[in-house]
């Protein structure tokens, strides 16, 4: 086993070259986690502009997959769910696909999936990111396979805690992972909007309600990430008989909470469906 160290930059390799390819590398980048001359990503021939991505960054853009194994210690699958078997079917028989630690962000394939298009002794890590790290405001999840281990895991945390938040949890947890952090930032655009258009609608110009909807928003989170509980937050602004108060009876009066639980919920029910699907 090629034993990986934190304290080290790491050689880094991309099975897919798109933007959450390129958001990662640039997080690992910044974070000092690799060196740009360490990452190397494959691209589909036809895709010039991630290649030129890549190399922007002081990567290397390859385009196929073997090459890339055999140049890293750790390799990203990053690519559409069902592109995953084909694509590792290309380097299961690579003497370099042994003893490396893969780390898949492809929604919905599980690590008992990925493991058997992978060589007996490679370890697995499948992480559900969500779009945000782009920004480097991530919020993922991680589960092991097999035969990753306790430091396998904490590699990968640390290595999306480049761009945002990671925490480990049990894979039968990866449809809610999904359904809430994977699909959430919709429904928080989708509240961002609703919000911006009940300003609209009350006389505000629209790129100063879109503007103070969007602040308003990230101010929130931002709190709530320093510490606190939502409810009391919540109180702390809703003034007896005043406009805030009337404001939250009347989501409550509109089924607000059990909308976005329903969602959820939703969401996780789907994904389960894809999963088995995927997982066949």
């Known amino acids: 086993m090629i034993k990986l160290s934190l304290k080290e930059?790491?050689?880094?390799?991309f099975i897919g070259g798109g933007r959450l390819a390129y958001a990662l590398a640039?997080?690992?980048?910044?974070?000092?986690?690799?060196?740009?001359?360490?990452?190397?990503?494959?691209?589909?021939?036809?895709?010039?502009v991630s290649a030129?991505?890549?190399?922007?960054?002081?990567?290397?853009?390859?385009?196929e997959n073997k090459s890339v194994v055999e140049r890293s210690e750790i390799v990203i699958i990053s690519v559409k769910p069902d592109v995953v078997v084909p694509a590792l079917q290309d380097v299961k028989g690579l003497p370099a696909s042994k003893n490396k630690l893969f780390i898949?962000?492809?929604?919905?394939?599980?690590t008992g999936t990925i493991e058997k298009a992978l060589p007996i002794e490679a370890r697995v890590i499948r992480v559900m990111p969500n779009t945000p790290a782009l920004v480097k405001e991530g919020a993922a999840a991680l589960s092991r396979g097999s035969k990753a281990t306790a430091e396998d895991a904490k590699i990968a945390a640390d290595l999306?805690?480049?761009?945002?938040?990671?925490?480990?949890?049990?894979?039968?947890q990866m449809d809610a992972v999904t359904a809430l952090s994977g699909s959430g930032p919709a429904y928080v655009y989708m509240l961002i909007e609703s919000l911006a258009d009940g300003g609209v609608r009350c006389g505000l110009?629209?790129?100063?309600?879109?503007?103070?909807?969007?602040?308003?928003?990230l101010g929130s989170a931002a709190m709530l990430r320093n510490g606190g509980h939502p409810a009391a937050m919540k109180d702390n602004v809703t003034s007896p008989g005043g406009s805030t108060a009337e404001g939250t009876y009347h989501l409550e009066q509109n089924g607000f909470r059990s909308a976005i639980i329903g969602a959820v919920?939703?969401?996780?029910?789907r994904c389960k469906v894809v999963n088995k699907e995927l997982n066949q």
């Open 160 to 172: 999306f805690r480049a761009v945002g938040t990671c925490d480990e949890v049990p894979e039968y």
């Open 265 to 269: 919920m939703a969401a996780t029910d």
């Open 205 to 217: 110009p629209r790129d100063l309600a879109m503007r103070l909807a969007t602040q308003t928003t």
């Open 52 to 63: 030129e991505a890549f190399k922007s960054l002081g990567a290397t853009a390859l385009f």
């Open 9 to 13: 930059a790491m050689k880094i390799g």
């Open 26 to 48: 640039n997080g690992f980048i910044s974070a000092g986690l690799a060196k740009p001359d360490e990452i190397t990503a494959s691209c589909h021939p036809a895709d010039t």
């Open 104 to 110: 898949s962000v492809a929604m919905g394939v599980s």
